[in-house]
């Protein structure tokens, strides 16, 4: 069993950064991807930014120029440096972790608040 543990999640003005972080621990074997999912209120959750175990991201059109997402695969922790936040990124954000022959595991979600 995996658990994550997210950090990072805040209140900020628009146009200000955060950065989350989410770490992994429990039984990891091989992971595919690491990244980060949002939900906001009445929305469906929606992929922010995915990285591989290769290191190649996959970011929303949204975010693009704004979000970087990075990986320290030693520790198995997942980060998103989040800069010119807008009210629209306004969103609980849960990472995710992808194993082979495993199904996904998620974390608890963190709340990214940003006042315009």
């Known amino acids: 069993q995996v658990q994550l543990v997210e950090s990072g999640g805040g209140l900020v003005q628009a146009g200000g950064s955060l950065r989350l972080s989410c770490a992994a621990s429990?039984?990891?074997?091989?992971?595919?991807?690491m990244g980060w999912y949002r939900q906001a209120p009445g929305e469906q959750r929606e992929l922010v930014a995915a990285?591989?175990?290769?290191?190649?991201?996959n970011y929303a059109d949204s975010v693009k120029g704004r979000f970087t997402a990075s990986r320290d695969n030693a520790r198995n922790t997942v980060y998103l440096q989040m800069n010119s936040l807008k009210p629209e990124d306004t969103a609980v954000y849960y990472c995710?972790?992808?194993?082979?022959?495993?199904?996904?595991?998620w974390g608890q979600g963190t709340q990214v608040t940003v006042s315009s």
């Open positions: 995710y972790i992808d194993q082979i022959l495993r199904s996904r595991s």
């Open positions: 429990g039984i990891i074997f091989s992971i595919k991807s």
């Open positions: 990285i591989t175990s290769g290191g190649s991201t």
